[in-house]
């Protein structure tokens, strides 16, 4: 049974950081954890990826040189580093994990979620 806790969202300035973990039970060497955010009405978006076993990563386009996703095998913990945050960064946070190490046209994929955290950048 795999369960995600994340943590560490907030609200803060434009420009400001946050660092945002993800918890999980179940993780294995040869998983994937990912990070979406979504707001009301809109889809759910794929943010940052990272392959647990190697620690290869992957970004939307609009997070580059601002996000980073790092893991903590020890600590069964994944982070998101937001640097530089901007309105519309603002949404609702979530973690997520797929055992299988899918194709990269699947990269988004994952079939076991978190229930969010929180991020609000005001202007």
């Known amino acids: 049974q795999v369960q995600l806790v994340e943590s560490g969202g907030g609200s803060v300035q434009a420009g400001g950081s946050l660092r945002l973990s993800c918890v999980g039970s179940?993780?294995?060497?040869?998983?994937?954890v990912g990070w979406f955010r979504q707001n009301p009405g809109s889809e759910r978006e794929g943010v940052a990826g990272?392959?647990?076993?190697?620690?290869?990563?992957y970004y939307v386009e609009s997070v580059k040189g601002r996000f980073t996703i790092s893991r903590d095998i020890g600590k069964n913990t994944v982070y998101l580093l937001m640097n530089n945050l901007q309105p519309e960064d603002t949404a609702m946070y979530f973690c997520?994990?797929?055992?299988?190490?899918?194709?990269?046209?699947?990269?988004?994929?994952?079939?076991?979620w978190g229930q969010g955290t929180k991020v609000t950048v005001s202007s």
């Open positions: 997520a994990y797929d055992v299988r190490v899918r194709a990269w046209s699947e990269r988004w994929t994952f079939p076991y």
């Open positions: 990272i392959y647990y076993d190697g620690g290869r990563t």
């Open positions: 179940g993780f294995t060497e040869l998983g994937r």
